[in-house]
């Protein structure tokens, strides 16, 4: 699905990433675990187009995403991946449900059909009684739900999550980790994940450890 082959990422002088080798599975959950200044922001960052390595190749459904132009790139990223960042990134003049249609609104589609799309992933997810909220007024495990709403819009081939659960408590750390669970599950969802937390990084289906810009360790699980 996702190929990366020799990646390698420099800045400045520092080597972070050195030669990461990924085969990304669908319909999986994997994280990344390792280190702080281990490259595991950077390397999702780079999988999930928002970088570019500075040496290797990354491929997804036979494209090479490094040959893309920034328009091409833009369009590939919108409506084929989804991402969810530590900080929810909400937009707060709007809505929880324009926040969720937003990538859809970019992507030019139907906002009738964005809406009910909307609607129904809140349902899923356990906030559609919030959807007419501005995200001042929601709950930090509400925005994250919002967030990952907003992340499934363009029903995305893969989902980028960058340490999701670390701005949320161990309750809301423990629903939001269920509820990937659950997508991958109903959706065939594939996610990859950076974090810290242990209790999520063991109860997936693949565990990469990543040491000094190099994997240490790759795991299957479950």
């Known amino acids: 699905m996702l190929v990366a082959q020799n990646l390698h990422k420099y800045y400045g002088q520092l080597h972070v990433l050195k030669g990461i080798d990924l085969h990304i599975e669908t319909g999986k959950i994997t994280t990344i675990v390792g280190p702080s200044g281990a490259g595991k922001s950077t390397l999702l960052h780079i999988l999930g187009t928002l970088d570019k390595p500075d040496k290797g190749s990354l491929t997804a459904e036979g494209i090479n995403l490094l040959t893309l132009n920034e328009k091409e ?105 269920n509820l990937f669970f659950k997508l991958r599950d109903e959706l065939n969802q594939t996610f990859v994940i950076v974090t810290h937390n242990e209790a999520l990084a063991n109860a997936t289906d693949r565990k990469i450890t990543i040491i000094d810009g190099r994997i240490a360790d790759d795991s299957k699980q479950g």
Do not use: C, W
């Not at 900080?87 to 809505?95: A, G, K």
């Not at 739900?145 to 999550?161: E, K, Q």
């Open 73 to 177: 790139l833009a369009r590939f990223r919108n409506l084929t991946i989804g991402f969810v960042f530590q900080f929810h990134n909400l937009l707060p003049e709007f809505t929880a449900l324009e926040n969720i249609a937003m990538p859809g609104y970019i992507a030019g589609k139907s906002t009738d059909e964005l809406h009910q799309r909307a609607i129904m992933l809140a349902e899923k997810l356990g906030v559609a009684h919030r959807l007419s909220h501005k995200p001042a007024e929601l709950s930090g495990g509400e925005q994250q739900r919002i967030a990952v709403a907003r992340a499934l819009i363009n029903s995305p081939t893969i989902v980028f999550a960058d340490e999701p659960t670390g701005n949320l408590d161990t309750r809301n750390a423990e629903e939001l980790h």
